[in-house]
DNA sequence: CTATGGCACGGATT
DNA sequence: AATCCGTGCCATAG
């Protein structure tokens, strides 16, 4: 929005204009809009007009953020591999954030960010009352989406009914992810299987296997199991299958899948994030367009009103006059660097991860921000802080942490996984070493087992065998 | 003896 | 300065 500006008047001079610009660097743009608004409520030098101009071509733009002539695959023929377009925040207004702060307790980042996403889908389906319930449930969560108290715990602390609590909970079970909030893997897996049920044919007698097996099942003791439920061996085996393929224990676990057939695009909105990414055509050399969300719309300028003002104010009244345009213009370099340090950050990254970005998690390059920070030219810690609480919405429509890009094990992982979803037999850990290492990922075989944790893939004498 | 998980250390990140 | 992540060492299970 502000790069119509040009980039060479942008210099650090002060620093307090450094240190304002890490602070607003560092903030997402749902911050960023409140900052700016309380800027523009408290200094009247500044000035928001309702314009603004295309930040490739200079066009002024009339309806809408998206440029009428740069956007247009015209420009296909040109060799930046990226393009830039500055988007004021098409997604929605501010109005559910409030509603968010309110029930939202202070846990850890992963399971805040799953408990808001769950939230917003069951709050219209829960009585006003039973809100309450619901967030307590929700922000007691673990990583892998269960509950982490006791249902009676819940109505003792909360002094309701445990009936009621036992309806919230129903209603979060069957949002997405399927089973979320269960008090077991058990459960989870009892209502997905339930939920599935509607849609397609499952094994007979899946839920009894489910809910007296899971012992048995963990270990593949598939015959032991059939004896004691008194079953075929073929056909707990068809359900080991149905349960590996179609169901997961672990509900908040993200590896379930990249594709969710059933949910259309809107359900995948985890949150607003803070930069899309998408490809300007659907052939495969197609250049990335690259938007930075910008929460407002219009221009932001020093009000030329306020500068011819100042020669006509009395003295009493000049010196804070002054003060309010020296801060305005600050601030307005400010918000300017920082879209301009995030503007080439982001060149470097899509440059780097175009792999990642087009093909999935398998490509994605381990880059350091320390690195990142070298070819910038910039500090290491203004890396940090503009890639911290920032999300990123890939050409497939999901949106993942800014940090991703700079996972260092992501791309090993997924490797492992294909490898052992490939498997012909279970493979152990020092074989999986091997194997990685065949595949250029160096890693001690101690890590295998943690990669293994973290994708919730169980050691090789409990798989199951090709 | 082999395969894994727990604990702790060192370097990177914040 | 505090925290996270990969890794080495050791105890334990099979």
């Not at 213009?329 to 899509?350: E, V, Y």
């Amino acid at each position: 929005m502000f790069q119509h500006l040009p980039v060479h008047t942008i210099r650090p001079l002060t620093t307090a204009h450094l240190a304002q610009t890490m602070t607003l660097l560092s903030l997402t743009s749902g911050e960023l809009q409140q900052q700016i608004e309380a800027e523009l409520a408290s200094n009247p030098a500044l000035e928001l007009v309702d314009e603004i101009r295309c930040p490739t071509c200079r066009r002024l733009l009339r309806n809408g953020g998206v440029c009428p002539v740069c956007s247009r695959p015209s420009l296909k023929s040109e060799d930046d591999p990226i393009v830039f377009v500055s988007t004021r925040d098409v997604v929605s207004g501010f109005g559910d954030v409030e509603e968010k702060d309110d029930y939202e307790d202070t846990g850890s980042a992963s399971t805040e960010d799953l408990a808001t996403y769950v939230f917003r889908q069951v709050a219209p389906d829960v009585s006003v009352e039973d809100r309450g319930i619901a967030a307590f449930l929700l922000t007691h969560l673990d990583e892998d989406g269960l509950l982490t108290v006791s249902l009676e715990e819940v109505a003792a602390y909360l002094h309701v009914p445990l009936t009621r609590v036992f309806g919230v909970q129903k209603i979060i079970q069957r949002a997405d992810p399927l089973g979320v909030g269960s008090c077991s893997t058990t459960e989870a897996l009892l209502v997905q299987v339930d939920v599935l049920r509607e849609s397609r044919h499952v094994p007979e007698n899946l839920e009894r296997v489910i809910r007296d097996g899971m012992d048995y099942l963990s270990r593949r003791q598939y015959h032991e199991l059939a004896k004691s439920l008194g079953m075929a061996d073929e056909a707990v085996r068809e359900c080991a299958r149905f349960i590996a393929e179609n169901l997961n224990p672990f509900p908040g676990r993200s590896s379930w899948g990249d594709i969710r057939e059933p949910s259309g695009p809107q359900t995948q909105i985890f949150y607003r994030p803070d930069i899309i990414i998408s490809r300007l055509t659907g052939e495969p050399d197609s250049q990335l367009v690259v938007e930075i969300l910008f929460p407002l719309w219009g221009t932001l300028r020093v009000n030329p009103l306020f500068k011819q003002a100042i020669r006509q104010a009395e003295d009493e009244n000049k010196e804070s006059m002054k003060e309010d345009l020296e801060r305005a213009s600050l601030f307005i370099k400010c918000l300017q660097q920082r879209n301009h340090t995030m503007q080439r950050l982001m060149a470097q990254i899509a440059t780097l991860q175009r792999d990642f970005i087009l093909y999935g998690e398998k490509y994605l390059r381990p880059i350091t921000r320390a690195y990142l920070a070298k070819v910038l030219g910039v500090h290491e810690s203004t890396i940090s802080r503009a890639v911290a609480n920032k999300s990123v919405q890939l050409p497939n429509r999901k949106i993942i942490p800014l940090a991703d890009f700079f996972d260092r094990s992501l791309s090993a992982r997924m490797v492992l996984k294909e490898i052992i979803h490939q498997e012909a037999r279970p493979l152990s850990d020092s074989e999986l070493v091997q194997l990685l290492a065949e595949r250029g990922y160096e890693v001690a075989r101690r890590t295998v087992a943690k990669y293994r944790a973290m994708e919730g893939i169980l050691p090789a004498n409990l798989r199951r065998t090709g």
